[in-house]
């Protein structure tokens, strides 16, 4: 008997979820940038903003007597200490919660033992610091800000400020027609500019932070569809225990009977691509120059789509995860190298699209010619007729000692799908932490909204403004900057998901790199739900504003 050793790398069970795992790495060196940016920016806002409400409160006990370092201290201790305790429950829920979601999806295909939990202190480290720096840093700067005043002027509230002439107004044709209460309402959009900026890009990150969800879920739900159904067609590939002879054409010939349409010789074996950077394995498949290989693998280019002409002598076409990992390019010359370290070298004739594994498509002349020896034919594609059962074709076909193994593309095809469910699992959580950063983005700003304007709320409930009126008024602007941070949004979405795209990179895996329209669609619509909820939330605090609110004004 033959002898053989086989590592972990030959295992397509190993070798799957490694891939895998290529993929949700690729992610999670990404997305965690994102979460802290949108994350230091609702820290900044509150503290900002907390800041500045207790600004008469800084000014009482700078004039009793306390020092600026006391003062700030007490800011600087509220700050810190919300920043700690909230990053060590997120770092602990994060590292329990988040690799739980992932292992339980990957056991839904795989056999894998309980999961160890490992704590990074590095990460740790690096979240405290940026959560610090987020929360105490603006504090202190706000801090700073405000005591330069001294004790009389810092209890006094700051003058609002001037009106202005947006320019809207300059616009005659579009401001003339607006209704008195939306003029006020972009004017306040415009005027504020400072919230203006924060809510803009609080929203635009949220939904990018959407877009890009979706977008990695576009990008790779449908690659084994796209393999199966539109490059590789053959129904069924069978290999040969030895190299065809006319005794097997014969018994194939006799097995496919009406059953099967067309079947076709080829050779496949495994060969090295030799570049300068790496040496890297691949599939060859050869067939003769007689023969046509498009019933069975259809050769898209990778740019026009157009189905490729398959290579002449001293040709090859090249699949185009290796030509663009390498940088190859129509008509390079390069070298292809067997077990026995012989070299080929072919002029790259085509580049085709492909998303899993790599492959070389030569004819078997070109083989022959270029190594020396014969083409040794041991591979059959077969299509089979409308209505044929093809697992009881391989069945048949397994009988005959001639006939080494038989498999069926759907059931590749089913494979593969099934590995790819199980990431979106992963990809529905990034989705709905991104919905909930969201929330929390639109929720902080609206809040401080409603605060800044508390005065101004309840002078038009004292003119007579009815609930919804008053509600419309506030909640109106918000709509607006989600408008407009949505629309932002969509950009910076792509932006993201073609970055994040290229993180994650899988070997023999190429992904259909896009954003479809209705992720787009998906990503405005939850944004503007968000907002929606929010205003309605928040309109049980424009309720509770007391009326005589409106008294308080500036000397």
């Keep these: ?208 932070l959407l877009v890009t969800g979706f977008g990695v879920q576009d990008s790779i739900a449908n690659i084994a569809n796209d393999q199966y159904d539109r490059i590789q067609v053959v129904d069924i590939n069978v290999m040969l225990a030895d190299e065809v002879t006319e005794a097997t054409e014969r018994l194939i010939e006799n097995i496919a009977g009406d059953r099967v349409t067309e079947y076709a010789y080829v050779m496949e074996k495994s060969i090295d691509l030799v570049t300068d950077e790496a040496v890297k394995s691949l599939s060859l498949v050869a067939i003769d120059e007689s023969e046509d290989i498009s019933p069975y693998v259809i050769l898209p280019d990778e740019r026009t789509g157009e189905v490729l002409e398959y290579p002449g002598e001293g040709e090859c076409i090249l699949t185009d995860k290796l030509a663009n990992t390498y940088d190859l390019q129509v008509g390079d010359t390069i070298v292809f190298r067997d077990e026995d370290n012989h070299e080929m070298e072919l002029k790259l004739s085509g580049i085709a699209e492909n998303y899993l594994y790599n492959f070389v498509y030569i004819t078997t002349q070109t083989y022959e010619k270029c190594l020396g020896e014969k083409a040794e034919i041991k591979t059959i594609y077969m299509n089979l007729a409308e209505g044929v059962d093809p697992h009881q074709m391989t069945a048949d076909l397994m009988k005959e000692d001639e006939i080494a193994s038989a498999s069926v593309s759907s059931d590749a095809k089913n494979r593969f799908s099934s590995m790819i469910e199980s990431l979106d699992l992963l990809v529905v959580v990034v989705i709905i932490c991104a919905g909930f950063l969201a929330f929390i983005v639109l929720y902080n700003l609206t809040n401080i909204n409603i605060t800044e304007r508390i005065r101004e709320i309840a002078t038009i409930k004292v003119l007579g403004f009815y609930k919804n009126e008053t509600a419309s008024y506030v909640f109106r602007e918000n709509l607006i ?75």
């Design 481 to 555: 900057l989600t408008a407009f941070g949505a629309i932002l949004g969509l950009g910076l979405g792509k932006l993201f998901h073609a970055f994040v795209m290229t993180q994650v990179q899988v070997d023999q895996v190429s992904f259909d790199v896009r954003v479809l329209p209705r992720s787009y669609l998906f990503s405005i619509a939850l944004t503007f739900v968000f907002a929606l909820v929010i205003n309605l939330f928040m309109t049980g605090k424009l309720e509770k504003v007391s009326m005589t609110e409106s008294l308080k004004s500036v000397d």
């Design 1 to 208: 008997p033959d002898s053989f050793i086989l590592g972990r790398e030959t295992n397509i069970g190993y070798v799957c979820m490694e891939n895998d795992s290529s993929i949700v790495d690729g992610i999670a060196n990404v997305f965690p940038v994102f979460f802290y940016a949108v994350a230091a920016l609702v820290c900044m806002t509150t503290m900002n903003r907390m800041i500045e409400e207790q600004r008469t409160q800084i000014g009482v006990l700078k004039a009793l007597g306390y020092s600026e370092v006391s003062i700030m201290g007490k800011y600087l201790f509220y700050s810190g200490t919300a920043a700690i305790s909230g990053c060590l429950f997120g770092y602990f829920f994060g590292t329990w919660f988040f690799p739980l979601v992932i292992w339980f999806a990957y056991s839904s295909m795989y056999d894998v033992a309980d999961i160890a939990y490992v704590f990074d202190a590095g990460v740790l480290i690096f979240s405290l610091v940026v959560s610090i720096l987020c929360s105490m840093g603006v504090t202190f700067v706000s801090c700073k800000n405000e005591l330069t005043e001294v004790a009389a002027e810092l209890m006094r509230p700051k003058a609002p400020k001037a009106g202005k002439r947006i320019f809207l107004e300059y616009i005659p044709f579009i401001w003339k027609p607006m209704k008195f209460l939306h003029k006020v309402s972009y004017r306040n959009v415009f005027r504020y500019k400072k919230r203006f900026f924060m809510m803009v890009i609080g929203i635009s990150g949220c939904t990018g």
